[in-house]
């Protein structure tokens, strides 16, 4: 009998999930994890509600950093961020395959595996847009001066992009919304940021920029298009490197 | 056209960027620099683009001229002092200006700035430095820089010019001192290498001074760029790659950009005009095998030769040295060394390094190599997995070069030269050379 935990679509649900899997001494064939809404039933499983706490998923993260090094724990951490209904049952599978091989540190080499395949590879698509959104994120500066950004990503990158933007903006008030997961990290300036989860937004108030911000929206759409060369132009090249879906929230392409 | 003072911001930086724009670098690589809290900034190891423009090319750095007043006439350049063009200048205030909020707003990772020679070299250079100096002391920005050093400036200037700049680079113009007399006449190698090794220099005297003094200030810490024309005269391939080569070894550069020559201006010594546009195929092919000095170890004489000075059209470089070293193929994956497995058609070096770690951990069969992200269509014909190879084929020149050539390179988008000709018997396929001369 495979005992199924079923968690939330967030790092401290899957950790908690992992937690309980642990304790329980649960192996390949008789342990999984599911992640609430993206949930297939089986014959022959007993479903088991997660208790979510903060506690569960410290004491994993440690475990997860002692034994298998931080390298490995960022991959996990990561893949605990992508969009896909099996990362839960990935990451249980590379931990608990980790214990049998002599040196756990280098499970990530372990490629052959294929739970350990799936989370360096999840691992590798949430990092890769995590990086692409430092990069094409937008602020505007917001009338009483937040720097707002909205984003639209498949996978929960908030957490990858904050960290990046405070050490970058310090000094800065600004707000980074996410569309997707209708998630949003706050950061004021020389403090620490904070994630916020489940908020609408206040459309209004994110519209509201001022003529400075106009201005300089148009000179960096001005810039855009100058830097362009004419004799090279090639609309297929530039989809194939910026997407259709990040250019939607990008100032430089909306006319 | 006289400079006119009352243009207005949105002008100036439309007339300064368009004169940047055939400048090619525009990486914001190399450096890893976290912010201390109080400025604004950082950078990251890879580099970030910001966008892409309609041409497809990264925009990661706020790309301009301090000025596109020149008092050289280089042929190929739209800024040479006999075209009849609108000339303006910014002030390094406006140059902040527009970094700073172009940063915070994370449109773009840095600053880019070149110029045309106002004045004098001496002139210039020091526009330069008191712009960076003011971007960096007093609007305190942290972000990436890459500075143009202008050559025949002074040597003091540009080493405090480095002590402010991420990166910095002295465009070579051309492959060769004789093109560089033919098209830049203001120009001369000697000027411009002189501060290239300046730089070279600045950065191992800076090596130990941090070592001995952690907090010393960083010289150019993302090293030093060059870029050359390619097109405009009529080098090879291979004196283009030696070039490149000797650069790497003896100048310690970075990277070499290459540019394809693109139509700016009429004058007799260039090249004639014709519809095909500018040579992005050739281009393309060089920053392949520049890849192969840089990353995969090999040298620019594997490649080509007196007897084959260019590229093959059809195949790139790695593949193509792989069909005229048959005899060292197949190699066993499981067993081959590092070395030789970065010279397998389809493995690149991420996939090798991969490769090398994931045997340790047990025997490697041909859909653990897809995993990894080895190429298996190009590199089946090249190894094998515990002796066996994917299918059954024939290690012979003519049949893996036919199937190579069917699965269709992927060529970045745009690039054209490479299109589908009539078939005839006289075709040869396996002569690159004859290709690559009529590319030009």
Redesign the interface.
Known sequence: MKTIYICTDTVTGIFSGIYDAWKAEGEEDTCGIALRGALEQQLFCDYVETVETEHKAVVVETMIKKNLGRPAYWDIYHAALAADAGKGDAILGTMLAARRIRDSRKIMEHLSHPAVEKVFELSRTVGGEAHAFKGFLRFRELVNGVLFAEITPKNQVLTCLAPHFADRLPQENWMIYDNAHKTFVVHEAGKKWVLGLNEQLDIDAVHNISDREREYARLWKGFFHTISIESRESRSRQLQHLPLRFQKNMVEFNH | MRIQETMS??DK??IL??A???DVACTSSGTSR??D??????C?Q?G?????????????L??ILFTNECIYDCKYCINRRNNDVPRTSFTPEEVCT?TM??Y????I?GLFLSSGILKSPDYTMELIYATLFKLRKECNFQ?YIHVKAIPGANQELVRRVGFLADRMSVNLELPTAESLKLLAPHKTRKNILAPMRLVQNGMAENKYEIQAYRNAPRFVPAGQSTQMIIGATPESDYQIMQVAESLYQKFDLKRVFYS?F??VNEDATLPARTDE??P?LREHRLYQADWLLRYYQFEAAELLSEEHPNFNVLLDPKCNWALKHLEQFPVEVNRADYKMLLRVPGIGYKSAG?IV??R???T??FQ?LK??GVVLKRALYFITCSGRMMYPTKIEEDYITRNLLDTKEKL???ITGMTYRQLSLFDDMRFGSAGAVSLR
Do not use: Q, V, W
């Not at chain 2, 809290?37 to 950082?42: A, C, E, H, Q, V």
């Not at chain 2, 915070?104 to 449109?107: P, Q």
């Open positions: 911001m949105y930086l439309n960027s368009d940047a724009k055939y976290s912010g809290g109080t400025g604004m900034g950082s990251e890879t970030i683009c910001h966008s892409f423009g309609a041409d497809g090319r990264c925009i990661s706020l790309k527009l909020e172009f915070r707003r994370n449109y990772e972000g394809a693109i139509h546009g500018p992005l991969r770690k994931a340790r951990l047990g490697l069969g653990d995993k990894i970045p988008d745009g």
